[in-house]
Nanobody, 123 residues
Framework: QVQLVESGGGLVQAGGSLRLSCVAS????????MGWFRQAPGKEREFVAA????????SYADSVKGRITISRDNTKNTVYLQMNSLKPEDTALYYC????????????????WGQGTQVTVSS
């Protein structure tokens, strides 16, 4: 089992920045690919970004490219999501997730999920 705990969400004005963190415990962190997803009220959960086990490969949703950066520190069992130039449409509950298999943009490929951290961007 892996436990994931997100933090760093909050209320920010449009154009502002936030850095989300997700700390993992219970298993060897570097054996998992990691992803960030988000879910706005009334909408399906959607992919934001993913990172390979070593951190050498990253991928992003088109809607966040150039504004959001995913990174990880395997010595701290932590994955980060640096979000800049935030827009009201970025408002959502943000989840981190861990996969033991392939790192993709598909929720079904992730085995473990955190409880989420709320990001609200005001206009």
């Amino acid at each position: 089992q892996v436990q994931l705990v997100e933090s760093g969400g909050g209320l920010v004005q449009a154009g502002g920045s936030l850095r989300l963190s997700c700390v993992a415990s219970g298993r060897t962190f570097s054996s998992f690919g990691m992803g960030w997803f988000r879910q706005a009220p009334g909408k399906e959960r959607e992919f934001v970004a993913a990172i390979s086990r070593s951190g050498g490969v990253t991928s992003y949703a088109d809607s966040v490219k150039g504004r959001i950066t995913i990174s990880r520190d395997n010595t701290k069992n932590t994955v980060y999501l640096q979000m800049n130039s935030l827009k009201p449409e970025d408002t959502a509950l943000y989840y981190c997730a861990a996969t033991e298999t392939i790192v993709t943009a598909t929720t079904q490929h992730y085995d473990y999920w955190g409880q989420g951290t709320q990001v609200t961007v005001s206009s």
